[in-house]
């Protein structure tokens, strides 16, 4: 790619942005004084907001690819009129800024300055295992090392970054206001003010709670990891085991003796304490790592290491997360061992090997119920049936063998011994058979669970359930289990390590409460998601949403007002700090650190509660030394901005964020709701209006990765591909729930396609003059088309841009609109030309639709049409008529015109008895038919009668109930074979056409079309002549594949029709590159034919006309000057006729009643501009 083209778009965007900055055409303030209007009121605005970034580094192509669905919304809004504001602000609060700077502390004093870090292990790289050093992270974004010592600071990174990512946006071209930007934390005194005010109205409103809970925690940084603080496992939360303790039976094994006359469990967790009647046997993995430690009660349990530090986090241990082992043990320690196991119908169970066992999830130890377990199951059989298996672990046979599977839950297809029913089910040999297994679990855990009935213990009768609950209940009052949690998978921190669940003193917002999920769900019920399944995301998310812990010991952020020792979390402060934008300029200027009071003159101190309430609430004016007008100004700009008319995130916030934002808004403003006003304001609800989420982005079909290189920030992204082709590039990415994908070389595409297109604009500007000037009381039908194509391009680039599909939008108004300029200007081309008040139509209204995406590019060129004022101030463009038949025959044109193409070239690599191998065909005719043959007639009829209309789409019944539907008409029996064929045609065009491909005949006339476009078709397909036919005077097998829609074109070098005369053309005029010279006029050519000759094979331009004149005193004379005696124009209705046998010319006027008139050898021709 040139560089050249790429920096000449630069240059122009540069200087749009140098224009739109010093315009300031993206500040938006609410209507002052005298501002009145559709335009000014509250009904005509639009506020759109995208969740802050993290400012631990620049901006990239992830965040670029979310926030441009909110950027090219407010492009689209401002030209239908709205009045649009999109602020951003930048997040630093939580612990990743402080854990990274942290992390570059440690290094330096570990590696030195600059750092050396130690080579690689060869075999844990090998494996995978890298180790990632901060320092090397901050070197992947540029910078130098004194640079980098200076983020040790968790300060400087909030004066570093978040101007950059201002810089970032402008350099984009994004339509935000950047007055309103602010940064988070206790930095910001206003934003610190603000969200203090927020949660002390939070706990006022009973929506935070103070207790123990489990949550994910993060022993290094020694508090709670919610999802944005995790480097893996967001979205993973506790789940609840119950803990199966197996009391172990003395004599103990030799690694045991030492714990003699002491109470030792092996503990397991399990998901299924109802099956614990079934137990046989107790597994451990023989070469596994576990540890013996002791527990509050002086009690000592066996487990995994990581399992028991789980459990010291849970308040198992003396010491809040501190295990101390007594001694480390291996499973084959442990084999053999006796056991008691609670509920289980055996008095003593033994420890047996299990070489399948994970040990980064649950404790190790599994508790063994091969009645219903299908990996109990074949592990006990395997033992059971392989003496050399038992003989190998030192397992004696009174361990295994006398133990049998107990019938415990009868389940309807699985009998009582569900796991044996699906082992034989799915032909589970051994306990290797993982895939087989896996399947066989599935069918027995769902069934059992949801169809299930108990056979024994104190529940027999009830469903499994119900009985579930009741006989954890039990087992936790005998002692025989404890409740255990850990997270449900691995989940590591930002700090690097592997979280644990533990039970926490914390502050927590009570999002599980049934009366707050009752109110939010009314926030989603009228809320606009675009998308079904992002409602359902948010109703699940609603259903399940427990506890959401709001304080931290660590990081950056707002003290909890009334705990200060605690710090507001990162999802906590981000819930309405939309909110926030509407005053933010007024209070801080633009000042990122809010360190300059605003415009306003307001200083932080001022921002008491009762001022907050009064903005955010109104009534009575608060006792302050705050001016009556400046208060009444913010609570002005509150009223008129809010709700938020759109928020748009990715689809992971959803079951996070996303439906905090929703239960926050409840809480804070709970009336008045939907649909209803406050009795006293007047004003409306304030819940948010939309919420749209996208998929990820992919980076030329790979995962973004640092680590991988896989990476681009936003400002590369710009400095590559420009702002514009960045844009369209991530326009064209996709618009769904599913992964995008951003592919260099479509942005390399897309930015040469924006060059092309501003030198074609160029060009034709510069060329205005060559062309017709009609208006459109003089258009030509060919000018009338690409009319209605115009604004059927606008009314489906609209209905996209509304959609919020901007794939689709950019499909129509930037490709599919140009693909239609094309066929314009090539058919115009072999006609009278184009017409420049059409073309500016054109220019002006594929501007404007592009605008939203490339704005740059757009107003570059409404600069170039000679417009003084900004395009982002201008209008969408206003939709005409859209002539249905027109639309029809320019798409069938095209259509045809390919399949031209394609014929054409298959016959030019084959030998015909038409065309040799090779040789480019010179003449063509086109067989078009006007109707159906009558058993075609018959099945199109059928299958309108019976097509059904089936959510939304067009079915027909299967092929075979069509076929049966077909043989008892008795007129298609002999056509039985050729049936299916055609109506999988139909079927085909059903999606397209919808009904229409099942009519009769054509909604145009076909053989019209074609021959009103000839002297394009000659052109495009290189021809000399081509001749249009109906298919009647065609051959049978002809007429048998010409059908309505589908012409039948035959191409070779001797032309069709071979009744023809030469004759000399002769151009009298003097001093015009304009000659005599031959040519054949065939029987049957009207006017139009004969000026095209004239006009190809002098290459007279376009806007010139031709008009053709025959002699009258002698038609063989031939003038030496441009004397017009003597001729007279001949009629553009008129035909010209041979006599087959002399080869004489007569020309047919219908003025003359028809009357051959002989033409003789020679014709005149005159060229006029």
Same mark, same amino acid.
């Given at each position: 790619?040139?560089f050249?083209?790429?920096?000449?778009?630069r240059?122009i965007?540069?200087?749009?942005?140098?224009?739109?900055?010093?315009?300031?055409?993206?500040?938006?303030?609410?209507?002052?004084?005298?501002?009145?209007?559709?335009?000014?009121?509250h009904?005509?605005?639009?506020?759109?907001t995208f969740?802050?970034?993290?400012?631990?580094?620049?901006?990239h192509l992830?965040?670029?690819?979310s926030?441009s669905?909110?950027e090219f919304a407010?492009?689209?809004?401002?030209?239908?009129?709205?009045?649009c504001l999109?602020?951003f602000?930048?997040?630093?609060?939580?612990?990743?800024?402080?854990?990274?700077?942290?992390?570059l /502390?440690c290094e330096?004093?570990?590696?030195?300055?600059?750092?050396t870090?130690?080579?690689?292990d060869?075999?844990?790289?090998a494996?995978?295992?890298?180790?990632?050093?901060?320092?090397?992270?901050?070197?992947?974004?540029?910078?130098?090392?004194?640079?980098?010592?200076k983020f040790a600071?968790?300060?400087y990174?909030?004066?570093?970054?978040p +101007?950059?990512?201002?810089?970032?946006l402008?350099?984009?071209?994004a339509?935000v206001?950047?007055?309103?930007s602010?940064?988070?934390?206790?930095?910001n005194?206003?934003?610190d003010?603000?969200?203090?005010?927020?949660?002390?109205?939070?706990?006022d409103?009973?929506k935070?709670?103070?207790g123990? #809970?489990?949550?994910v925690?993060s022993p290094l940084d020694?508090? !709670?990891?919610?999802?944005h603080? #995790?480097?893996?496992?967001?979205?993973?939360? +506790?789940?609840e085991?119950?803990?199966?303790?197996?009391?172990?039976l003395e004599?103990y094994?030799?690694?045991?003796?030492s714990?003699a006359?002491?109470?030792?469990f092996?503990?397991?967790?399990?998901?299924?304490?109802?099956?614990?009647y079934?137990q046989t046997?107790?597994w451990?993995?023989p070469?596994?790592?576990?540890v013996a430690?002791?527990v509050?009660?002086?009690d000592?349990?066996v487990?995994?290491m990581?399992?028991?530090l789980? =459990?010291?986090?849970?308040e198992f241990?003396?010491?809040?997360g501190k295990?101390? +082992?007594?001694?480390?043990l291996?499973?084959?320690?442990?084999?053999?061992?006796?056991l008691?196991?609670?509920?289980s119908v055996?008095d003593?169970i033994?420890t047996?090997?299990m070489l399948?066992?994970?040990?980064?999830?649950?404790?190790?130890?599994?508790?063994?119920?091969p009645?219903?377990?299908p990996?109990?199951? !074949?592990a006990?059989?395997?033992?059971?049936n392989k003496a050399?298996l038992?003989?190998k672990?030192g397992?004696?046979?009174?361990?295994? =063998?006398?133990?049998k599977?107990?019938?415990?839950?009868?389940i309807?297809?699985?009998?009582?011994l569900?796991?044996?029913?699906?082992c034989?089910l799915?032909k589970?040999?051994?306990q290797?058979?993982?895939?087989k297994?896996?399947?066989?679990?599935e069918?027995?855990?769902?069934?059992?669970?949801y169809?299930?009935?108990?056979?024994?213990?104190?529940y027999?009768?009830?469903k499994?359930?119900d009985?579930?609950?009741?006989?954890?209940?039990?087992?936790?009052?005998?002692?025989?289990?404890?409740?255990?949690q850990e997270p449900?998978?691995t989940?590591?921190?930002?700090?690097?390590?592997?979280?644990?669940v533990?039970?926490c003193?914390?502050?927590y917002?009570?999002?599980?409460?049934?009366s707050?999920?009752?109110?939010?769900?009314?926030v989603?019920k009228?809320?606009?998601?675009?998308?079904?399944?992002?409602r359902h995301?948010?109703?699940?998310?609603?259903?399940w949403?427990h506890e959401?812990?709001?304080?931290?010991?660590y990081?950056?952020?707002?003290?909890i007002p009334w705990?200060?020792q605690y710090?507001?979390?990162?999802l906590?402060d981000?819930t309405?700090y =939309?909110?926030?934008y509407?005053?933010?300029?007024?209070?801080?200027g633009?000042?990122?650190?809010?360190?300059?009071?605003?415009?306003l003159?307001? /200083?932080?101190?001022?921002?008491? #509660?009762?001022v907050?309430d009064?903005?955010f609430f109104?009534?009575?004016?608060p006792k302050?030394?705050?001016?009556?007008? !400046?208060?009444r100004q913010l609570r002005?700009?509150?009223?008129?901005?809010?709700?938020?008319?759109l928020?748009v995130s990715?689809?992971d916030l959803?079951?996070?964020?996303?439906?905090y934002?929703?239960?926050?808004?409840?809480?804070?403003?709970?009336?008045?709701?939907r649909?209803?006003?406050d009795?006293v304001?007047g004003l409306?609800?304030?819940?948010?209006?939309?919420?749209?989420?996208n998929?990820h982005?992919?980076l030329?079909?790979?995962?973004?990765?640092?680590s991988?290189g896989?990476?681009?920030t936003?400002?590369?992204a710009v400095? /590559?591909f420009?702002?514009?082709?960045t #844009?369209?590039?991530?326009?064209?990415a996709g618009?769904?729930?599913e992964?995008?994908?951003f592919?260099?070389?479509m942005a390399?595409?897309g930015?040469?396609?924006?060059?092309?297109?501003?030198?074609w604009?160029?060009?034709?500007?510069?060329?205005?003059?060559?062309?017709?000037?009609?208006p459109?009381?003089?258009?030509?039908?060919l000018?009338r088309?690409?009319e209605?194509q115009i604004n059927?391009?606008?009314?489906?680039t609209?209905?996209?841009f509304?959609n919020? =599909?901007y794939r689709e939008?950019?499909?129509?108004?930037?490709? &599919?609109l140009?693909?239609y300029r094309?066929?314009y200007?090539?058919?115009?081309?072999?006609g009278?030309?184009?017409?420049?008040?059409?073309?500016?139509?054109?220019i002006?209204?594929?501007?404007l639709l592009?605008c939203?995406?490339?704005?740059?590019?757009?107003?570059?060129?409404?600069?170039?049409?000679?417009?003084?004022?900004?395009?982002m101030?201008?209008?969408?463009?206003q939709c005409?008529?859209v002539?249905d038949?027109?639309?029809r025959?320019?798409?069938?044109?095209?259509d045809?015109s390919?399949?031209?193409?394609?014929r054409?070239?298959? &016959?030019t690599?084959?030998k015909?008895?038409n065309l040799?191998?090779?040789?480019?065909?010179?003449?063509?005719?086109?067989?078009? !038919?006007?109707?159906?043959?009558?058993?075609?007639?018959?099945?199109l009829?059928?299958l309108?009668?019976?097509?059904r209309?089936q959510e939304?789409?067009?079915?027909? +019944?299967s092929?075979?109930?069509?076929?049966?539907?077909f043989?008892?008409i008795?007129?298609?029996?002999?056509f039985?074979?050729k049936?299916?064929?055609?109506?999988?045609?139909?079927?085909?065009?059903?999606?397209?056409?919808?009904?229409?491909?099942l009519?009769?005949t054509?909604?145009?006339?076909?053989?019209?079309?074609?021959?009103r476009?000839?002297?394009y078709?000659?052109?495009?397909?290189?021809?000399?002549?081509?001749?249009?036919e109906?298919?009647?005077s065609?051959?049978?097998?002809?007429?048998?594949?010409?059908?309505?829609?589908?012409?039948?074109?035959?191409f070779?070098?001797?032309p069709y029709?071979?009744?023809?005369?030469v004759? &000399?053309?002769?151009n009298p005029?003097?001093?015009?590159?304009?000659f005599?010279f031959q040519?054949p006029?065939?029987d049957?050519?009207?006017?139009?034919?004969?000026?095209?000759?004239v006009?190809?094979?002098n290459q007279i331009?376009?806007k010139a006309k031709?008009?053709i004149?025959?002699?009258?005193?002698?038609?063989?004379?031939?003038?030496?000057?441009?004397?017009?005696?003597?001729?007279?124009e001949?009629?553009?209705r008129?035909?010209?006729?041979?006599?087959?046998d002399?080869?004489?010319?007569?020309?047919?006027?219908?003025?003359?009643?028809?009357?051959?008139?002989?033409?003789?050898?020679?014709?005149?021709?005159?060229v006029?501009a």
């Open positions: 790619m040139s050249a083209k790429r920096d000449t778009l240059s965007e540069k200087e749009v942005q140098k224009r739109w900055q010093e315009e300031k055409v993206f500040e938006a303030d609410a209507p002052k004084e005298g501002e009145t209007g559709e335009y000014f009121s009904d005509n605005k639009y506020f759109v969740p802050y970034p993290y400012m631990n580094g620049r901006l992830g965040h670029t690819y926030l669905k909110v407010v492009g689209y809004q401002r030209l239908k009129g709205k009045r999109f602020p602000g930048l997040h630093c609060t939580g612990m990743p800024i402080k854990a990274c700077a942290d992390k /502390r330096m004093a570990d590696f030195g300055y600059p750092p870090f130690p080579p690689e060869p075999e844990k790289k494996r995978g295992e890298t180790t990632t050093y901060q320092w090397n992270i901050m070197k992947s974004l540029g910078l130098e090392d004194k640079e980098i010592k600071d968790p300060l990174w909030l004066g570093y970054f +101007p950059r990512a201002i810089s970032d402008k350099s984009l071209g339509k206001d950047c007055r309103r602010f940064i988070t934390t206790s930095i005194p206003y934003y003010s603000f969200v203090r005010w927020q949660f002390l109205t939070l706990k409103r009973g935070i709670m103070f123990k #809970r489990y949550t925690f020694n508090q !709670a990891s919610m999802d603080e #995790r480097a893996s496992g967001e979205g993973v939360g +506790p789940q085991f119950t803990l199966i303790k197996m009391k172990a004599p094994p030799e690694k045991l003796k714990l006359g002491q109470s030792v092996l503990v397991a967790a399990t998901l299924r304490p109802e099956t614990m079934g046997n107790c451990v993995r070469d596994m790592k576990y430690f002791r509050a009660n002086g000592v349990f487990s995994t990581r399992s028991a789980n =459990m010291a986090y849970q241990t003396k010491e809040f295990v101390n +082992p007594l001694f480390e291996t499973g084959q320690d442990l084999l053999g061992l006796a008691k196991a609670p509920l055996y003593v033994y047996l090997p399948t066992i994970k040990d980064d999830k649950c404790t190790g130890v599994v508790t063994s119920v009645s219903d377990s990996d109990d199951y !074949a006990l059989r395997d033992l059971q050399p038992r003989q672990y397992i004696k046979d009174e361990m295994v =063998m006398p133990f599977p107990i019938p415990i839950i009868e309807p297809e699985l009998g009582n569900s796991a044996i029913a699906a034989d799915m589970v040999t051994s290797n058979d993982r895939d297994l896996e399947k066989a679990k069918l027995t855990y769902q069934k059992g669970f169809e299930g009935k108990m056979l024994v213990g104190d027999q009768g009830q499994v359930q009985a579930k609950p009741k006989v954890q209940k039990q087992l936790l009052d005998s002692g025989g289990a404890a409740l255990y449900e998978k989940v590591i921190s930002r700090s690097g390590d592997v979280c644990v533990a039970l003193d914390q502050w917002l009570d999002y599980g409460n049934e707050w999920k009752e109110q939010t769900r009314k989603l009228g809320l606009q998601t675009y998308s079904d399944e992002v995301n948010f109703e699940g998310t609603l259903d949403l959401h812990s709001c304080s931290r010991s990081g950056l952020g707002t003290l705990d200060p710090v507001i979390e990162s906590s981000s309405i =939309m909110a926030y509407s005053v933010a300029y007024f209070l801080q633009g000042v990122l650190d809010g360190s300059v009071p605003g415009p003159g307001i /200083r932080p101190e001022q921002m008491t #509660r009762e907050w009064f903005v109104g009534g009575e004016v302050t030394d705050i001016p009556v007008s !400046a208060l002005h700009e509150f009223t008129y901005w809010y709700p938020v008319d928020r990715g689809k959803v079951q996070n964020h996303l439906s934002f929703l239960f926050n808004h409840q809480a804070i403003w709970p009336k008045p709701e649909g209803e006003k009795p304001t409306g609800c304030l819940w948010p209006v939309a919420v749209r989420a998929g982005l992919l030329n079909s790979e995962k973004m990765s640092k991988t896989n990476f681009l936003m400002h590369d400095e /590559r420009t702002a514009d082709g #844009r369209l590039a991530l326009a064209d618009d769904t729930l992964d995008a994908n592919v260099f070389s390399d595409g930015l040469l396609r924006l060059y092309t297109q501003l030198e604009i160029k060009e034709t500007i510069a060329s205005k003059d060559t062309m017709r000037n009609d459109p009381a003089n258009y030509s039908y000018d088309m690409f209605s059927l391009t606008i009314k489906q609209d209905q996209h509304q919020m =599909m939008a950019m499909t129509t108004g930037f490709h &599919m140009q693909a094309d066929q200007r090539e058919i115009a081309t072999a009278d030309g184009m017409n420049w008040h059409l073309v500016e139509r054109f002006e209204v594929q501007t592009l939203p995406v490339c704005p740059h590019f757009a107003e570059h060129v409404w600069t170039l049409l000679g417009k003084k004022e900004s395009i101030r201008a209008s969408w463009p005409g008529e002539d038949l027109l639309i025959e320019a798409k069938y044109l095209t045809v390919h399949e031209f193409r394609v054409m070239k298959k &016959m690599e084959r015909g008895k040799q191998q090779g040789v480019l065909p010179e003449f063509g005719v086109i067989y078009v !038919a006007k109707q159906y043959p009558k058993w075609q007639q018959t099945i009829k059928t309108k009668e019976l097509c209309e939304g789409k067009l079915e027909l +019944p092929n075979n109930e069509l076929l049966e539907k043989r008892t008795e007129e298609l029996k002999p039985m074979k049936i299916m064929p055609f109506v999988q045609s139909l079927k085909d065009g059903l999606a397209d056409k919808g009904l229409e491909a009519d009769l054509l909604r145009f006339d076909e053989q019209a079309a074609i021959e476009h000839l002297p078709l000659v052109r495009s397909l290189e021809l000399k002549e081509l001749w249009v109906s298919v009647g065609a051959d049978s097998k002809i007429q048998e594949e010409c059908l309505p829609g589908r012409p039948y074109s035959i070779s070098t001797t029709q071979t009744s023809y005369s004759i &000399m053309l002769v005029q003097k001093c015009l590159p304009y005599t040519s006029v065939y049957g050519d009207d006017y139009r034919k004969v000026i095209d000759r006009r190809r094979a331009p376009a031709v008009k004149l025959r002699y009258i005193k002698d038609n063989r004379f031939i003038p030496i000057s441009d004397d017009s005696t003597g001729v007279v001949i009629g553009i008129s035909k010209f006729s041979v006599d087959k002399k080869k004489q010319l007569f020309l047919i006027e219908s003025t003359d009643g028809n009357q051959p008139i002989p033409v003789g050898t020679h014709l005149q021709y005159i006029t």
